[in-house]
């Protein structure tokens, strides 16, 4: 069973404050890592991928990755209210092509405070 | 943008009645995807195609539901009868084989009565 553990939350922060969201998972062969952010009643909207160790950044949005530890974490700089929402992490593994399986966590509900 | 589409946008229905939800992936993605969300916890697989082909259906409980997706395009899930149990978001998604990047579409929010 491929699991991914996400902060139960919630996560409040104050605008313009760094908020940071941390996710591991089980299995090691993973190659692929996801950051999806949800409003209520909506579907997922990608934020980020990220595929090797270390830091990829877009904007306001960090994500790190570090394998060894089978932890990837999103950082958000200058939390805006509209930030406010559940994030997804999501662990791709499989072989390959078309027999890759997408696992998700739970969801980490972030509350950015005006 | 290319989006994945997705309809209805909601249904509500009576137990032991049929429900049908369509989905249209992005163009020129081979690989479909249909997922259960229940409220608090995260999109869950039902079943996987690539192309025309189930991948993967093992999440899928076939005593009542059925999946398709004949001509490798649009794909249809159809859920008889329907439970109170059922009543949840029914996510579709489609990804090329490279990147492996998935993309929703807008879901289906389906209750139960």
């Known amino acids: 069973q491929k699991e991914v553990e996400q902060n139960s939350g919630p996560l409040s922060v104050p605008e313009g404050a760094i908020a940071s969201l941390n996710c591991t998972y089980s299995?090691?062969?993973?190659?692929?890592f996801f950051w999806y952010r949800q409003y209520s009643g909506k579907s997922p909207e990608l934020i980020m991928s990220i595929y090797s160790n270390g830091d990829k950044e877009d904007g306001r949005f960090t994500a790190q990755l570090n394998k060894a530890s089978q932890y990837v974490s999103l950082l958000i700089r200058d939390s805006q209210p509209s930030d406010s929402a559940t994030y997804l992490c999501?662990?791709?593994w499989g072989s390959g092509g078309s027999n890759y399986k997408l696992t998700f966590g739970k969801g980490t509900l972030l509350t950015v405070n005006p | 943008e290319a989006e994945v589409a997705q309809s209805p946008r909601y249904k509500i229905t009576e137990k032991s009645q049929a429900v049908a939800f369509w989905c249209d992936p992005i163009?020129?993605?081979?690989?479909l995807y249909w997922y259960r969300q229940i409220l608090g916890q995260g999109p869950e697989l039902l079943v996987q195609f690539q192309d025309e082909s189930v991948v993967d259906d093992s999440q899928l409980p076939k005593d009542r539901f059925s999946a398709e997706r004949l001509k490798g395009v649009d794909s249809t899930l159809k859920i008889q009868p329907a439970e109170l149990g059922d009543s949840a978001m029914y996510l579709c998604?489609?990804?090329?084989?490279?990147?492996?990047?998935?993309?929703f579409g807008p879901g289906t929010r389906l209750t139960v009565l």
């Open positions: 299995d090691r062969g993973s190659q692929s």
């Open positions: 163009s020129g993605h081979a690989t």
């Open positions: 999501a662990v791709n």
């Open positions: 998604a489609s990804s090329s084989l490279f990147p492996d990047t998935q993309y």
